[in-house]
Antibody
Framework: QVQLVQSGAEVKKPGASVKISCQTSGYTFSRNAIQWVRQAPGQSLEWMGWVNAGNGGTKYSQKFQDRLTITRDTSASTAYMELTSLTSEDTAVYYCARDVIWFDPWGQGTLVTVSS | DIQLTQSPSVLSASVGDRVIIACRASQGISTYLAWYQQKPGKAPQVLIYTAATLQSGVPSRFSGSGSGTEFTLTISSLQPEDVATYYC?????????FGQGTRLEIK
């Protein structure tokens, strides 16, 4: 079955960067984009960006344009999301998801806590 | 950006009740809409896509309808395991956006 498994929880200081991995299995990695979505505590879902797993092309939300980088490693069937210049407002659970036009399935989520 | 407004924000119903959650888009999105269920501490899971297509494996008590700007998610007979937060999502255009969520509780 299709699975997306994310790296573990992170605690970061303000101003630092975080890089989360999303390892996929059960399908041909290059055929679907990988989307990234985050969810702050008690809040709704917020789309961040995606990577075309085939050619590496990306599209980012304007909100994160300056500090977000999404990449992929086709040999490892893994996508990565790096967010820089972290503030407390970036404390959230970060999800990857396979793009089948809608999102299915999702990774289990990675909690990022930004605290001094 | 396309805004999605869900109503109600919180819904309390009894087991066996018919439950309807609405999602309104700020501009027409045809049927480029999906519904997700998120249980506490878990990732969202798709229930419905293209407004009315039931995802494989999802119980038939769930159904979706609508097009343009008005959409609904219906649970025909509420079950205890349906306690969750439900989100609509539009994929008509970027940035992809989600509704604010509807938290469904059992009375």
């Amino acid at each position: 079955q299709v699975q997306l498994v994310q790296s573990g929880a992170e605690v970061k200081k303000p101003g630092a960067s975080v890089k989360i991995s999303c390892q996929t299995s059960g399908y041909t990695f290059s055929r679907n984009a990988i989307q990234w979505v985050r969810q702050a505590p008690g809040q709704s879902l917020e789309w961040m960006g995606w990577v075309n797993a085939g050619n590496g092309g990306t599209k980012y939300s304007q909100k994160f344009q300056d500090r977000l980088t999404i990449t992929r490693d086709t040999s490892a069937s893994t996508a990565y999301m790096e967010l820089t210049s972290l503030t407390s407002e970036d404390t959230a659970v970060y999800y990857c998801a396979r793009d089948v036009i809608w999102f299915d399935p999702w990774g289990q989520g990675t909690l990022v806590t930004v605290s001094s | 950006d396309i805004q999605l407004t869900q109503s109600p924000s919180v819904l309390s119903a009894s087991v066996g009740d018919r439950v309807i959650i609405a999602c309104r888009a700020s501009q027409g999105i045809s049927t480029y809409l999906a519904w997700y269920q998120q249980k506490p501490g878990k990732a969202p899971q798709v229930l419905i896509y293209t407004a009315a297509t039931l995802q494989s494996g999802v119980p038939s008590r769930f159904s979706g309808s609508g097009s343009g700007t008005e959409f609904t998610l219906t649970i025909s007979s509420l079950q205890p395991e349906d306690v969750a937060t439900y989100y609509c999502q539009q994929f008509k255009s970027y940035p992809i956006t989600f509704g604010q969520g509807t938290r469904l509780e059992i009375k």
